[in-house]
């Protein structure tokens, strides 16, 4: 079993951040989105992950041997982004004929992993949405079975929504639907859609059966970031304990603060992430993620996503700034 995940999308919703950092690397809850993913994918057993890059590809090869020097990693560039039935055809090799975890790397879910990688047929995780027209849909038949996949349905026949997570038993099948696709240049919504891919797996008579995620968070936006690092901040409990090391702070829980921050004269939380090695002074943050390496001074933040190598000065906002900036708001 390997893992597949895609990272080589642009990350357009979340700039500026994505500019100069990948959307996988973004902090959330004081882990990353791609961290949270491979966590999981290894407690359930798997040691090989194949990552499909591009954007930026660079810091998410150097994240993933720093962090995780112990997996089986490859890394396949996707120079050019054709959508994600592209990207996950461009795994065939590495994959050799084996049975494969698909997780696109803006997902994260609760669900039961183990049982999911143990499964003897091929499975699809899905979630009831209200609209769902903005995602790839399974029509379900007899509670589990899957009759049909289609992405982004204009009149959907099913409002279970595709959550991007997908165990493929019949690998090879998937990449000759893929390969079959691109070379009819088949697209939809003007991309090769791994949702046709498996449609195609269905026609020829692929086993499919779906598993309904416990949760589904959603990282692709700013507002939807900040709501689901509330929510994961509750689960992964809160860091520190307590104030004890931060002179004069007082600290909301839950909030997660990273190593080597100086935080004095401020109240941190709730539902505040704060990245490694980042001074805070005379501030209020909550509702908040900050990146690491920042400096804020006399600044009230809430609901607010600040990048990286950040330093801002001044009053009360509500901010979505990129990495690398500064700014007095004196």
Not at 15 to 32: F, N, V
Not at 109 to 120: A, M, N, P, T
Request: one cysteine or more; proline letters at 3%.
């Amino acid at each position: 079993m390997k893992a597949i995940i895609p990272v080589a999308g642009a990350g357009t919703k979340l700039r500026p951040h994505t500019y100069t950092q990948p959307k996988a690397l973004i902090p959330l809850a004081g882990k990353t989105v791609l961290s949270i993913i491979v966590d999981q994918l290894r407690e359930g057993g798997i040691t090989e992950f194949i990552f499909i890059v591009g954007y930026l590809g660079d810091k998410i090869q150097d994240y993933v041997r720093a962090q995780y020097p112990t997996i089986t990693s490859h890394f396949i560039f996707q120079n050019d982004r054709q959508g994600i039935g592209h990207a996950i055809k461009l795994a065939r090799n590495v994959v050799d004929g084996d049975e494969a975890m698909i997780v696109l790397g803006d997902t994260i879910c609760e669900y039961d992993v183990k049982s999911v990688i143990e499964s003897q047929v091929s499975m699809i995780g899905v979630k009831k949405v209200d609209d769902p027209r903005t995602f790839g849909v399974a029509e379900i038949c007899n509670n589990t079975e899957i009759a049909h996949v289609v992405e982004k349905p204009h009149i959907p026949k099913s409002n279970m929504a595709l959550v991007g997570i997908y165990k493929i038993k019949e690998t090879d099948m998937l990449f000759e639907c893929l390969e079959a696709n691109i070379s009819q240049g088949l697209k939809t919504h003007g991309e090769y859609s791994i949702t046709d891919a498996l449609d195609c797996m269905i026609k020829k008579g692929a086993e499919f059966k779906a598993f309904k995620v416990d949760s589904w968070f959603d990282c692709g936006r700013r507002d939807t970031l900040l709501e689901s690092n509330a929510t994961l901040l509750k689960k992964f409990g809160a860091k520190p304990e307590s104030s004890a090391d931060y002179e004069n702070t007082v600290l909301i829980h839950p909030v997660s603060i990273g190593k080597g921050c100086v935080i004095k004269n401020s109240i941190i939380g709730p539902n505040a992430s704060i990245g490694d090695s980042t001074n805070i002074d005379f501030s209020i943050i909550k509702n908040s993620i900050i990146g690491s390496f920042s400096n804020l001074f006399d600044i009230v933040l809430d609901d607010s996503l600040i990048g990286s190598d950040t330093v801002i000065r001044g009053e009360t906002r509500t901010l979505n700034i990129g990495d690398n900036t500064d700014i007095d708001l004196g």
